[in-house]
């Protein structure tokens, strides 16, 4: 099979799959552009943070360590090499730190061992007796997955470079080591993450040994071989088998992982019954364990999912990596199934979840995301901060946001012979073969999608519009007049033969939306969220008057709010939003009911979009805003 050059994901011809991704240079983000913003700002500010801090914290000195090159002790997580992989790939997907990717090219080469083991912190003679001997916790097979991933970019973004092959050569000699190891094992990792990457290398190679390991790992996963003593079998999705599974349960990153090597395998061997329980297990998860922001994981002692309706807001974990993660299990399952619900979960969780965890500098970064932080909140330790740090002790999530950015163009439009789908959108151009499109949007910020049709074509095409589901009032014009147009499953679709200069404009209505919980939700009973459009709003204490406490602030829901636009600043629309303070007890703790009324004045303060919470001074912030009961 020879080298085919997409995005990260990409299914062999034969798997199963009602989608299919877009070639490469089909999709080109332009900056000015929400989507494009973020991409440019990745490639010039978030990726070279990423390649100084390898250096500032010892990453590469790691690997230095192994060759000989550096006689210092091993620093930061013993699977630190990942954060390594990760940025590796960032730049392959971006084009860019070519010094970078060539310095990291030859120093994974020259720590590889004979027989294709990599990782710098078993190779430590300290830690040699240790290889393979404690996989629940060793991270070794999660750290060569990364290894691949990296080099499933390298493979598809610079097949011809020698710094590509270099790595893609690496990387398929740790495979090789894995399935000569691991071919006839019950054993897995307590990490998953190699099994998406082993299937992506077979679809990068055409080598089936790899994806018939992914395979063994998927089906070996579920029965109790991993050493659980400490956060018991669920943690490691360990204690039954995954087609067996009826809730997602344990480490949010471990379990959507997991999923998403699942759907890679079964779309490849065409098991449709793997792909049903990864739709069951999401399912599960969306239903009853999903903030309103897309993040997932209510706990912080082992980063998990909790009981149904267990969100708290202000003991939201929301891991940036299960964000990340949820986001790319959504994407397999859309290729897979083609239904609009899992685009409409990556633009929740992308522009809510994953976008919250970065600073508009691109410096700075959440890994845990929070839907309130209190006031007198202490936020000096890195597990619960109250504004976003340059780097972590285990920094897994800046790399990982590096990588997803650097490749997000890929992930908004699908194409074959059907027509071309767009499902998120963000100013720029959509090819794939002779159809091709310029998108130009202020979306999420303006209701208005512009199409323009850049090449005429022979024979008709559908042009496929996702309508999201928080939409109610969807309208669409072709040439300035309302056009027909077949609205099924989610998507409006035009199929018709076009021209050059056609236009397009698809117009998705955002009012401010009150949006309350599941009454099972006790933490948030009550309350209510401030939706318009894919946009999640907070109040923060910055803009709450001097001498008010936010948490004393309750909403009358029959008020008015009303939507102000700023332009170009750092909050383009922001919500003003009437409000009024609730008197509080001075007499303890608790007290005999009824409550005290809100007693101060009506009010009014602006809410901001929760993606872009604190990048002004630190404060308490909430998303579940109370609500002002009737004698209020």
Same mark, same amino acid.
């Given at each position: 099979?020879?080298?085919?050059?997409?995005?990260?994901?990409?299914?062999?011809?034969?798997?199963?799959?009602?989608?299919?991704?877009?070639?490469?240079?089909?999709?080109?983000?332009?900056?000015?552009?929400?989507?494009?913003?973020?991409?440019?700002?990745?490639?010039?500010?978030?990726?070279?943070?990423?390649?100084?801090?390898?250096?500032?914290?010892?990453?590469?000195?790691?690997?230095?360590?192994?060759?000989?090159?550096?006689?210092?002790?091993?620093?930061?997580?013993?699977?630190?090499?990942?954060?390594?992989?990760?940025?590796?790939?960032?730049?392959?997907?971006?084009?860019?730190?070519?010094?970078?990717?060539?310095?990291?090219?030859?120093?994974?080469?020259?720590?590889?061992?004979?027989?294709?083991?990599?990782?710098?912190?078993?190779?430590?003679?300290?830690?040699?007796?240790?290889?393979?001997?404690?996989?629940?916790?060793?991270?070794?097979?999660?750290?060569?997955?990364?290894?691949?991933?990296?080099?499933?970019?390298?493979?598809?973004?610079?097949?011809?470079?020698?710094?590509?092959?270099?790595?893609?050569?690496?990387?398929?000699?740790?495979?090789?080591?894995?399935?000569?190891?691991?071919?006839?094992?019950?054993?897995?990792?307590?990490?998953?993450?190699?099994?998406?990457?082993?299937?992506? @290398?077979?679809?990068? *190679? $055409?080598?089936?040994? &790899?994806? %018939?390991?992914?395979? +063994?790992?998927?089906? /070996?996963?579920?029965? =109790?071989?991993?050493?659980?003593?400490?956060?018991?079998?669920?943690?490691?999705?360990?204690?039954?088998?995954?087609?067996?599974?009826?809730?997602?349960?344990?480490?949010?990153?471990?379990?959507?992982?997991?999923?998403?090597?699942?759907?890679?395998?079964?779309?490849?061997?065409?098991?449709?019954?793997?792909?049903?329980?990864?739709?069951?297990?999401?399912?599960?998860?969306?239903?009853?364990?999903?903030?309103?922001?897309?993040?997932?994981?209510?706990?912080?002692?082992?980063?998990?999912?909790?009981?149904?309706?267990?969100?708290?807001?202000?003991?939201?974990?929301?891991?940036?990596?299960?964000?990340?993660?949820?986001?790319?299990?959504?994407?397999? @399952?859309?290729?897979? *199934? $083609?239904?609009?619900? &899992?685009? %409409?979960?990556?633009? +929740?969780?992308?522009? /809510?979840?994953?976008? =919250?965890?970065?600073?508009?500098?691109?410096?700075?970064?959440?890994?845990?995301?929070?839907?309130?932080?209190?006031?007198?909140?202490?936020?000096?330790?890195?597990?619960?901060?109250?504004?976003?740090?340059?780097?972590?002790?285990?920094?897994?999530?800046?790399?990982?946001?590096?990588?997803?950015?650097?490749?997000?163009?890929?992930?908004?439009?699908?194409?074959?012979?059907?027509?071309?789908?767009?499902?998120?959108?963000?100013?720029?151009?959509?090819?794939?073969?002779?159809?091709?499109?310029?998108?130009?949007?202020?979306?999420?910020?303006?209701?208005?999608?512009?199409?323009?049709?850049?090449?005429?074509?022979?024979?008709?095409?559908?042009?496929? @519009?996702?309508?999201?589901?928080?939409?109610?009032?969807?309208?669409?014009?072709?040439?300035?007049?309302?056009?027909?147009?077949?609205?099924?499953?989610?998507?409006?679709?035009?199929?018709?033969?076009?021209?050059?200069?056609?236009?397009?404009?698809?117009?998705?209505?955002?009012?401010?939306?009150?949006?309350?919980?599941?009454?099972?939700?006790?933490?948030?009973?009550?309350?209510?969220?401030?939706?318009?459009?894919?946009?999640?709003?907070?109040?923060?204490?910055?803009?709450?008057?001097?001498?008010?406490?936010?948490?004393?602030?309750?909403?009358?829901?029959?008020?008015?709010?009303?939507?102000?636009?700023?332009?170009?600043?750092?909050?383009?629309?922001?919500?003003?939003?009437?409000?009024?303070?609730?008197?509080?007890?001075?007499?303890?703790?608790?007290?005999?009911?009824?409550?005290?009324?809100?007693?101060?004045?009506?009010?009014?303060?602006?809410?901001?979009?929760?993606?872009?919470?604190?990048?002004?001074?630190?404060?308490?912030?909430?998303?579940?805003?109370?609500?002002?009961?009737?004698?209020?």
């Amino acid at each position: 099979m020879s080298f085919v050059s997409h995005g990260p994901v990409v299914p062999t011809p034969d798997a199963l799959g009602v989608l299919r991704p877009l070639p490469a240079g089909a999709v080109r983000l332009t900056p000015g552009g929400l989507l494009g913003d973020w991409q440019a700002r990745n490639a010039g500010a978030t990726l070279p943070h990423c390649i100084d801090q390898l250096g500032v914290h010892g990453n590469l000195t790691n690997l230095r360590r192994v060759t000989g090159d550096a006689d210092a002790e091993f620093a930061g997580m013993w699977f630190a090499d990942t954060d390594v992989h990760k940025t590796l790939e960032a730049a392959f997907w971006s084009g860019s730190a070519p010094a970078f990717v060539d310095e990291v090219a030859a120093l994974l080469e020259k720590a590889q061992d004979p027989d294709g083991y990599l990782n710098s912190f078993y190779q430590d003679p300290a830690h040699r007796d240790r290889q393979w001997n404690e996989l629940h916790y060793s991270h070794e097979m999660y750290t060569a997955g990364h290894l691949v991933q990296a080099a499933v970019a390298a493979a598809r973004s610079a097949p011809d470079e020698p710094a590509a092959q270099q790595v893609l050569s690496v990387a398929r000699r740790f495979a090789d080591l894995l399935v000569q190891r691991y071919g006839d094992s019950p054993e897995v990792d307590g990490h998953p993450e190699v099994e998406t990457a082993l299937a992506e @290398l077979y679809r990068v *190679t $055409g080598h089936r040994p &790899y994806l %018939d390991l992914a395979g +063994r790992f998927v089906t /070996n996963r579920g029965h =109790g071989t991993l050493d659980a003593s400490r956060f018991g079998p669920r943690y490691f999705q360990d204690h039954e088998p995954l087609r067996e599974s009826t809730e997602v349960t344990g480490h949010v990153v471990r379990q959507l992982y997991l999923l998403a090597g699942a759907v890679d395998v079964a779309v490849e061997t065409g098991d449709t019954a793997l792909l049903e329980t990864a739709e069951r297990l999401w399912d599960s998860a969306l239903d009853s364990r999903t903030y309103i922001t897309g993040g997932q994981g209510s706990r912080h002692r082992d980063e998990a999912f909790g009981d149904p309706y267990e969100l708290p807001p202000d003991r939201a974990y929301a891991e940036t990596c299960a964000a990340i993660g949820s986001f790319q299990l959504a994407w397999r @399952l859309l290729l897979a *199934t $083609g239904k609009v619900k &899992y685009a %409409d979960e990556m633009e +929740r969780v992308l522009h /809510n979840g994953i976008a =919250g965890s970065t600073a508009l500098s691109g410096t700075e970064f959440f890994y845990s995301n929070p839907l309130q932080l209190r006031t007198g909140h202490d936020g000096s330790h890195e597990d619960a901060p109250s504004q976003r740090l340059s780097w972590y002790s285990c920094a897994c999530c800046p790399p990982n946001l590096a990588r997803l950015m650097a490749s997000l163009h890929a992930y908004l439009a699908t194409g074959g012979p059907g027509g071309l789908q767009l499902h998120l959108y963000g100013t720029g151009t959509f090819s794939d073969g002779g159809r091709a499109v310029e998108v130009e949007t202020s979306y999420p910020w303006d209701e208005q999608i512009t199409v323009t049709v850049t090449a005429t074509s022979a024979e008709p095409w559908a042009l496929s @519009l996702r309508v999201p589901a928080w939409c109610d009032d969807a309208r669409l014009t072709v040439n300035g007049n309302p056009a027909p147009a077949h609205a099924e499953d989610g998507y409006l679709r035009l199929h018709r033969v076009w021209h050059a200069g056609d236009r397009i404009v698809l117009t998705l209505a955002m009012p401010t939306r009150l949006v309350s919980a599941h009454p099972r939700v006790d933490a948030t009973r009550g309350a209510v969220a401030l939706v318009r459009g894919p946009l999640v709003y907070c109040l923060e204490q910055a803009d709450v008057p001097a001498g008010v406490v936010l948490e004393d602030l309750c909403l009358d829901p029959h008020s008015s709010l009303t939507v102000a636009f700023h332009g170009d600043g750092p909050f383009p629309v922001t919500l003003q939003v009437p409000v009024r303070a609730r008197a509080v007890s001075d007499t303890g703790l608790y007290g005999t009911w009824p409550p005290a009324a809100a007693s101060g004045p009506n009010t009014v303060v602006t809410a901001v979009p929760y993606f872009l919470w604190a990048n002004r001074t630190p404060g308490p912030m909430r998303v579940w805003i109370p609500l002002a009961s009737r004698e209020e």
